[in-house]
T-cell receptor
C-alpha cells in the first residue's frame, strides 16, 4: 500500500496567517491527490482534487500544489472557519486508497 | 445536491456482523458515480473500506476484504455495508460517500459528498 505522511501533526496559527501543510507519499502518485477538511463531530468536507483543483464553492484562499511524492495545502490567510483537521488522500488507481494521518490547525 | 444518510445499529456484539445502509437522495445511484464506505475510529484517521459501481462492480480494501460485503439496491436508492466477525477494533464512525473515479486500475477514487456518519460500537 502507499503510505501517506502529513506534517506537522498539529499546527498553531493566528487569524490572517499563511499556513502550509505537507503530505508525502511513499511512492510516486503523479497528481492523484485529494484534500479534505474535517471539523469535530462532522464528516470530512472535500476541498481539492488532482493536487491543485479546487472543488466548486471552496474559498480561493485554499490552494494545493505538488506532484510525485510531495504535496502541500496552503491557506493564504487563515480565517476563523478554517480551524479544523486536514487530511490528504491518494487515489492512484493501482493501489488501495489511503489517507494521511491528519494535520490539526489550532488557534495560537 | 446529493445527500447521503447512514443508518443501522449503534451497538454490535463481538463476533457478530455489522450492517449499515446508506440512503441517497437527489441523485440516482445507477448514474455514473461510484459509492463507498469509509470509517474513522474515535480520535483517529480515515480508512477506506469498500466501493461499488451501480449494482455490479465492487472494490474492497484488501485489509478488510475477507470480512466485507458492499451491495447496492438501485430501486431503493440505497447501498449497504456488511462487516462480519467484528471486534473492538471495528469500533468507529462509519461514513458513506459518493466517489469520483479516476484512472484505469481498481482503486482510483476520491469522495466528494459524505453522509454525516454513524458511530458503531463493538461491545458485549
Amino acid at each position: 500500500d502507499i503510505q501517506m505522511t502529513q506534517s506537522p501533526s498539529t499546527l498553531s496559527a493566528s487569524i490572517g496567517d499563511r499556513v502550509t501543510i505537507t503530505c508525502r507519499a511513499s511512492q510516486d502518485i503523479s497528481r492523484w491527490l485529494a484534500w479534505y477538511q474535517q471539523k469535530p463531530g462532522n464528516a470530512p468536507k472535500f476541498l481539492i482534487y488532482k493536487a491543485s483543483t479546487l472543488q466548486s464553492g471552496v474559498p480561493s484562499r485554499f490552494s494545493g500544489s505538488g506532484s510525485g511524492t510531495e504535496f502541500t495545502l496552503t491557506i493564504s490567510s487563515l480565517q476563523p472557519d478554517d480551524f479544523a483537521t486536514y487530511y490528504c488522500q491518494h487515489y492512484d488507481s493501482y493501489f488501495p486508497v489511503t489517507f494521511g494521518g491528519g494535520t490539526r490547525v489550532e488557534i495560537k | 445536491q446529493v445527500q447521503l444518510q447512514e443508518s443501522g445499529p449503534g451497538l454490535v456484539k463481538p463476533s457478530e456482523t455489522l450492517s449499515l445502509t446508506c440512503d441517497v437522495s437527489a441523485y440516482s445511484i445507477s448514474g455514473g458515480f461510484y459509492w463507498g464506505w469509509i470509517r474513522q475510529p474515535p480520535g483517529k484517521g480515515l480508512e477506506w473500506i469498500a466501493t461499488i459501481y451501480q449494482s455490479g462492480s465492487t472494490y474492497y480494501n484488501p485489509s478488510l476484504e475477507s470480512r466485507v460485503t458492499i451491495l447496492a439496491d438501485t430501486s431503493k436508492k440505497q447501498f449497504s455495508l456488511r462487516l462480519s466477525s467484528v471486534t473492538a477494533a471495528d469500533t468507529a464512525v462509519y461514513y458513506c460517500a459518493r466517489a469520483q473515479r479516476w484512472g484505469g486500475g481498481l482503486y482510483g477514487y476520491y469522495f466528494d459528498y459524505w453522509g454525516q456518519g454513524t458511530l458503531v460500537t463493538v461491545s458485549s
